[in-house]
């Protein structure tokens, strides 16, 4: 008899990631393969797609957090009115609630919220007023001020009869008649749980679905994704106090080539990470680049990195951005295999001196182990705690 220990989580394209006091939530995604691949009291959680047996979703109820400071994976399972698993959906935490939006799920969207307590680790759905977002899924989202924002996205016709702004745009899939691109922008208030659609200045980006935002304060950067058959390089900037569009951006020096199911992650004030995608040519992307935003210049970043697409990234505390999941090859091709579950570190300046500190020690356990004790309660709790997770990271002497 064999117990199902599981530490961290399976292999996955299509999940949602969000960053959380000092770590990062990841929840659903699917994965391609026999359920026999995964561990025993698992197999019966799962859901296959219509279309395709062989696309697994994964449970709906598993969420999984992994601190960035001692880089360990912890599975917590949530109860309530749990949501079947997707690929495509939105999570964004926002104080200790996660608010989950939209999805693709065997063989439909949605446009259902969900809050999960992280207190209690319960799920309740949202019954809430107005008008949802269309039913969708590879759409980019932002918290502020208490609210959530949902973009763009790939789903479903509108349904008529919703006062939408002037330049909302709807455009379909010719092979896909029923499903198409969008250019929505809707905001939830967490407050009075009431969707609407906020009037906005200026000219919206052009509907479009696996595009990326990445947000500086009150300002909103939104990069790519796939309009029709194109697969775009083109940003953009949302004022998020005046709801001004800004047009396209004219950026200076070399320019990222069009992608979807890339990253694009905020750093600081000033620098956006662009990371990975898919490329016009359905290409799976490796390449790193730097928005910096006063100047708007992007700066090719050299970096030997593997292909990733449809994966997630958050940053970290140490202002690291860490990308875990996603995809390593062509995504419509069999052997687009899913990425290693491992997690990339992408950092761009020193770590802490406390951080350097503490790796320091643990590289010396053999001789300071019997010290810890002696050692402030926060700094000795962290010490285990990081003890306990250096499975295969190079830290000898045990």
Same mark, same amino acid.
């Given at each position: 008899?064999?117990?199902?220990?599981?530490? &961290?989580p399976?292999?996955?394209? *299509?999940?949602t990631?969000?960053s959380y &006091?000092?770590?990062?939530l990841?929840?659903?995604?699917?994965?391609?393969?026999?359920s026999?691949?995964?561990?025993?009291?698992?197999?019966?959680?799962i859901?296959?797609?219509?279309?395709?047996?062989?696309?697994v979703?994964?449970?709906?109820?598993?969420?999984? =957090?992994?601190?960035?400071?001692?880089?360990?994976?912890?599975?917590?399972?949530?109860?309530?009115?749990?949501?079947?698993?997707t690929?495509?959906?939105?999570a964004?935490?926002?104080? +200790?609630?996660? @608010?989950? =939006?939209?999805g693709?799920? !065997?063989?439909?969207?949605?446009?259902?919220? @969900?809050?999960?307590?992280? !207190?209690?680790?319960?799920?309740?759905?949202?019954?809430?007023?107005?008008?949802?977002?269309?039913?969708?899924d590879?759409?980019?989202?932002?918290t502020?001020?208490?609210?959530?924002y949902?973009?763009?996205?790939?789903?479903?016709t %509108?349904?008529?009869?919703?006062?939408? %702004?002037?330049?909302?745009?709807?455009? /379909?899939?010719?092979?896909?008649?029923?499903?198409?691109?969008?250019?929505?922008?809707? &905001?939830?208030?967490?407050?009075?749980?009431?969707?609407?659609?906020?009037?906005? &200045?200026?000219?919206? %980006?052009?509907?479009r679905?696996?595009h990326?935002?990445?947000?500086?304060?009150?300002?909103?950067?939104?990069?790519?994704?796939? /309009?029709?058959?194109?697969?775009l390089n083109?940003?953009?900037?949302?004022?998020?106090?005046?709801?001004?569009?800004?047009?396209?951006?004219?950026?200076?020096?070399?320019?990222?080539?069009?992608?979807s199911?890339?990253?694009?992650t905020?750093?600081?004030?000033?620098r956006?990470v662009?990371?990975?995608?898919?490329?016009?040519?359905?290409? %799976?992307?490796?390449?790193?680049?730097?928005?910096?935003?006063?100047?708007?210049?992007?700066?090719?970043?050299?970096?030997?990195?593997?292909?990733?697409?449809?994966?997630?990234?958050?940053?970290?505390?140490?202002?690291?951005?860490?990308?875990?999941?996603?995809?390593?090859?062509?995504? =419509?091709?069999?052997?687009g295999?899913?990425?290693? +579950?491992?997690?990339?570190n992408?950092?761009?300046?020193?770590?802490?001196?406390?951080?350097?500190?503490?790796?320091?020690?643990?590289?010396?356990?053999?001789?300071?182990?019997?010290?810890?004790?002696?050692?402030p309660?926060?700094?000795?709790d962290?010490?285990?705690?990081?003890h *306990?997770s250096?499975?295969?990271?190079?830290?000898?002497?045990?």
């Open positions: 008899m064999s117990a199902d220990v599981v530490t &961290k399976l292999q996955r394209t *299509g999940h990631a969000t &006091k000092n770590g990062m990841v929840w659903g995604g699917y994965r391609v393969g026999s026999e691949e995964l561990p025993p009291l698992r197999r019966h959680q859901q296959r797609a219509e279309t395709d047996r062989s696309t979703y994964l449970p709906g109820n598993e969420l999984w =957090f992994y601190d960035t400071f001692i880089e360990k994976w912890t599975l917590r399972n949530t109860t309530g009115d749990v949501p079947p698993g690929s495509g959906a939105l964004r935490a926002l104080g +200790d609630a996660m @608010y989950l =939006f939209g693709f799920h !065997t063989d439909r969207n949605t446009n259902q919220l @969900y809050r999960l307590d992280l !207190t209690t680790l319960l799920w309740d759905v949202v019954e809430a007023r107005g008008h949802r977002p269309t039913p969708c590879k759409m980019a989202g932002w502020h001020r208490d609210c959530l949902v973009f763009g996205g790939f789903g479903t %509108p349904s008529p009869g919703v006062a939408r %702004p002037p330049d909302f745009a709807y455009v /379909h899939d010719m092979q896909a008649p029923w499903r198409g691109w969008t250019n929505q922008l809707v &905001k939830f208030d967490t407050h009075t749980n009431t969707w609407n659609w906020p009037l906005y &200045k200026g000219r919206a %980006p052009v509907a679905a696996a990326a935002a990445a947000q500086i304060g009150s300002q909103v950067f939104i990069f790519g994704g796939r /309009h029709q058959q194109s697969r083109d940003i953009h900037r949302l004022d998020l106090d005046s709801m001004q569009w800004s047009g396209t951006l004219d950026t200076i020096g070399e320019k990222p080539c069009g992608r199911w890339h990253s694009f905020a750093l600081s004030e000033h956006i662009l990371y990975g995608g898919f490329s016009q040519t359905e290409e %799976p992307l490796s390449d790193c680049w730097l928005f910096v935003v006063p100047i708007l210049t992007w700066v090719r970043v050299e970096l030997q990195l593997p292909p990733r697409l449809w994966h997630s990234a958050c940053l970290s505390i140490e202002a690291e951005v860490i990308v875990f999941g996603g995809c390593a090859g062509n995504i =419509f091709q069999r052997g295999i899913h990425a290693e +579950d491992t997690i990339i992408l950092s761009f300046s020193p770590r802490s001196l406390y951080r350097i500190c503490l790796e320091q020690v643990l590289r010396m356990r053999h001789l300071l182990q019997s010290q810890w004790p002696s050692l309660p926060s700094v000795r962290t010490l285990y705690a990081m *306990g250096t499975r295969g990271s190079g830290l000898d002497g045990s």
